[in-house]
């Protein structure tokens, strides 16, 4: 066959294949602003994933979202409420602030560990970390997009 | 750290580079789709892998890139998808004028003369330059927004003029010649009607959402406040009439239409819109020959086809010598006698051209493009912060979709043909203009850090409902 009608044929097929691919990448971009809106409603910052709880309250494996400002203990007015006999009423403050996590206690009878050891005033949680509050442990996980 | 320096960085942030990354893959693609449109052409005409037009090309994309760059540099957060998308069209466009003979149309400027696709390019730039300007200038809608009558009398005015003054051209008084320049201005007043009707139905919709009169059995909007708009829609479409534009006339009264339905919610309201809008059709067709004509044609074009239906005739072999994948760019359209059948080819047919070259499957292409402008205009209408950015919005993509339906139906014998342009595509300065005034304002409208809405005006004798005076 001749090279010539042979390339035109390519330099053809290569014109509306390109033309099909811009649209493909364009309704990619609208696709993903789509799924961004629809998000927005229900998206949370982060979540709390109980890893340990002797009494069973919360339960294992129980999750929580965790907004801006998250507060913990036995009050019932808490964002999460910890009805462990060891946590205080206000026992600690979890903050979302600029691109980073906070935890805070509260002056709690007992103290908040995160990974194991007791923290004094304000101090940065990285996703992954376990704070304890009573005998209750959670971690701190990713939110759902 | 003083007040000025706490001041400073805002005001620098105002102008922070951002970069799009996302308009410049897309860019990325349109480039190369260009650059293999122009090779596949160069082969076909010349036999060797030369890119045709390669010069013409070049300077189309460098303009894209150059607008770009400056919204890049502007740093507003505008819509990234727009800008690809018209510019995919417009290339698409200046590829068909390439590939058509350049002494279609021809323009003197002092000694230089200058040829179909020049003159196409030289529009595509300023076109490029209002979308541009408009996307980074434009950062209040207050100067649409309290206008809305006088850009409704400067839109009427304009028409006037050309009815006045204009010259014939193709049995249709459109054309306003002013020294080298020749203008349409029934394109523009598609646009003003938008910002006229956004304008109007903000104001008045939470009235004409409730409140509702009675003739007999039927409920009917609330007729004094319809007026002031039926009365805008019923000037320029019957100027437009009389213009014998037919295409315009649809045009503006699918934009109205939409608009009720969008600022209403009514659907009934749209089937009495359409109900009317049918007898006013049927009511034009006995009145105006042309209109009988142009149905005729459309029903059975096969009744005179060397005469009347010459040109839908020529259309419909040239979609189905396309096929699915089309002959490839250059090797369509056979000249008759030295000619083009398609005597409007560059304006009311590039459709049947480029699906008799680039096939079924460039004719979807491109008509998803136009959806993907639609959808673009309509996302930022329902993320818009008030009512009238919504309408504005929601009206400024449906000129563009409606438009390129009415003219691509009418290519494809699906509906009577009106002389209109599709939109980024066709030949023709005023349209490109205007259309990308509306994309340039699509893009001004997109940007989530736009000045906030004013806050509704209160004025009691509006908002209070009107009281039907009894007996």
Not at chain 2, 41 to 57: D, I, N
Not at chain 2, 172 to 201: C, D, H, M, N
């Amino acid at each position: 066959m001749d090279p010539l009608v042979t390339s035109l044929w390519v330099v053809r097929f290569a014109l509306l294949g390109l033309m099909w691919l811009f649209l493909l990448a364009v309704a990619r971009v609208l696709l993903r602003d789509v799924r961004r809106a629809s998000g927005d409603a229900g998206a949370e910052l982060g979540r709390l994933v109980v890893v340990a709880s002797p009494d069973g309250q919360p339960a294992v494996g129980a999750t929580f979202a965790v907004d801006a400002v998250t507060t913990l203990g036995r009050d019932l007015g808490s964002t999460i409420v910890i009805p462990d006999a060891f946590a205080s009423t206000e026992h600690a403050v979890i903050t979302y602030r600029g691109r980073a996590w906070f935890v805070e206690d509260r002056g709690s009878t007992n103290g908040t560990y995160v990974n194991g050891s007791l923290i004094e005033g304000v101090v940065p949680l990285a996703v992954g970390d376990e704070i304890q509050v009573g005998r209750v442990r959670l971690r701190l996980d990713r939110g759902r997009r | 750290m003083t007040a000025a320096a706490a001041v400073a960085p805002r005001g620098i942030a105002r102008f922070r580079p951002r970069t799009r990354r996302r308009e410049l893959i897309l860019l990325a693609i349109v480039t190369i789709t260009l650059g293999v449109g122009g090779l596949s052409l160069g082969m076909q005409r010349t036999g060797r892998p030369t890119v045709e037009g390669g010069t013409l090309l070049a300077i189309y994309v460098l303009a894209l890139f150059a607008v770009h760059v400056a919204q890049s540099v502007a740093g507003r957060r505008t819509d990234q998808a727009l800008l690809p998308t018209v510019g995919m069209l417009g290339g698409i466009g200046l590829l068909l004028m390439i590939r058509l003979p350049q002494d279609l149309v021809t323009q003197r400027f002092g000694g230089i003369e200058l040829g179909l696709a020049q003159l196409q390019l030289a529009w595509l730039c300023l076109g490029l330059a209002i979308i541009g300007t408009l996307g980074i200038v434009v950062r209040s809608d207050a100067w649409l927004r309290l206008y809305k009558y006088t850009w409704a009398a400067i839109g009427v005015a304009l028409l006037l003029l050309v009815f006045a003054l204009g010259v014939d051209e193709n049995g249709s008084r459109l054309t306003l010649v002013v020294g080298p320049f020749s203008g349409q201005p029934s394109e523009l007043l598609k646009v003003v009607l938008v910002i006229f009707l956004a304008g109007y139905l903000a104001e008045y919709r939470p009235l004409l959402a409730t409140e509702r009169t009675s003739i007999g059995p039927l409920h009917v909007p609330p007729l004094p406040y319809l007026l002031p708009m039926l009365a805008m829609v019923g000037v320029s479409t019957g100027i437009v009439i009389i213009q014998k534009d037919l295409g315009a006339a649809l045009l503006f009264y699918v934009i109205f239409l939409v608009l009720l339905y969008l600022a209403t919610g009514r659907a009934s309201w749209v089937a009495l819109g359409l109900a009317l809008g049918t007898i006013a059709s049927i009511c034009l067709y006995f009145l105006f020959p042309t209109v009988q004509e142009r149905v005729a044609i459309w029903l059975d074009p096969f009744a005179d086809p060397l005469g009347s239906g010459f040109q839908i005739v020529q259309a419909l072999h040239a979609f189905a010598r396309g096929g699915l994948f089309g002959v490839g760019l250059g090797a369509g359209l056979p000249e008759i006698a030295g000619r083009l059948p398609i005597p409007a080819v560059h304006t009311d047919f590039p459709l049947a051209a480029l699906g008799e070259e680039l096939g079924l499957a460039g004719v979807l292409a491109i008509l998803a493009l136009f959806l993907v402008v639609v959808a673009r205009g309509l996302r930022i209408a329902a993320a818009a912060a008030d009512t009238f950015r919504a309408l504005l919005a929601a009206g400024l993509a449906i000129v563009v979709g409606a438009q390129a339906f009415v003219i691509a139906a009418g290519d494809l014998k699906l509906i009577p043909l009106t002389g209109i342009t599709l939109p980024f595509i066709s030949y023709g300065g005023s349209s490109l203009l205007v259309n990308s005034v509306v994309v340039g304002l699509l893009l001004a409208l997109s940007d989530r850090g736009i000045e906030p809405p004013p806050p509704p005006r209160t004025r009691g004798a509006i908002m209070r409902p009107l009281r039907r005076s009894r007996g």
